[in-house]
């Protein structure tokens, strides 16, 4: 495809179930980006790939979020055991290298019931 | 620790006004990158540009001119002779040193822009 593709775009869960966000990069993207965003704020960081390495993880904001890119290509976003808190819009970023332009998918809307 | 401040969460103008977003930064890295994406109600974010703190050259693109001025730590966003297209929410944000510019922002809370026909 031409841009960043997410999906689902929406998702339901209850709460306590487990779900995973899909992000397919433009191809031959090196570096991957997944943001969270609350409504009415602003995207805050979640975790950086560089190929299949994640490289900084530090916006995961506990041990029940979970990335991975195996094949430095497609990422998935796992989150477990769904909290209410954890309603928000997951945006996928990629850019083909670092120092390049980051293009944004429409990203994953969460809603926890 | 960086941070952005957008002062202004909405605002609204007759088409063909003038308008300029607010961008206020927060960093004690001496090197470091600024952006401005846009925010559709599609829902991805738009690249409009991007500075880096050793140039602070305004820039103009269209109707889109950008000041950067260090001395306030600011990064304003003006555009000139708005059209409802324009429409959108804005959001202005900092990288941290050591990268190459992408990989961790820090975004600010946005500005909700409505353009009046």
């Known amino acids: 495809g031409a841009g960043v593709s997410q999906s689902p775009r929406y998702k339901v869960a209850k709460r306590g179930q487990d779900v995973a966000l899909r992000c397919d990069p433009i191809s031959g993207h090196v570096s991957l980006f997944w943001y969270q965003q609350a409504l009415g704020q602003g995207p805050e960081f979640l975790t950086y790939?560089?190929?299949?390495?994640?490289?900084?993880k530090s916006g995961l904001p506990s041990d029940r979020f979970f990335a991975e890119r195996p094949e430095g290509s497609v990422s998935t976003l796992k989150i477990q055991r769904t909290q209410q808190e954890d309603s928000a819009v997951y945006l996928c970023?990629?850019?083909?290298?670092?120092?390049?332009?980051?293009?944004f998918g429409q990203g994953t809307r969460l809603t926890v019931v | 620790a960086q941070k952005v401040t957008q002062a202004q969460t909405e605002i609204s103008v007759v088409e063909k006004e003038d308008v300029t977003l607010d961008c206020v930064y927060e960093?004690?890295?001496?090197?470091?990158?600024l952006f401005w994406y846009k925010q559709p109600p599609s829902g991805e974010l738009v690249f409009l540009i991007r500075r880096n703190s050793f140039d602070e050259q305004n820039e103009i693109s269209g109707r889109y001119s950008w000041n950067f001025q260090k001395s306030t730590s600011s990064f304003n966003f003006t555009i000139t002779a708005s059209q409802v297209v324009d429409s959108a929410v804005y959001f202005c944000?900092?990288?941290?040193?050591?990268?190459?510019?992408?990989?961790?922002?820090?975004f600010g809370t946005g500005t909700r822009l409505t353009i009046i026909p």
């Open positions: 790939f560089q190929n299949e390495a994640q490289l900084d």
């Open positions: 960093t004690r890295d001496t090197t470091y990158y």
């Open positions: 970023a990629s850019s083909h290298i670092s120092n390049t332009e980051a293009f």
């Open positions: 944000a900092l990288s941290e040193e050591g990268g190459f510019g992408n990989e961790k922002l820090t």
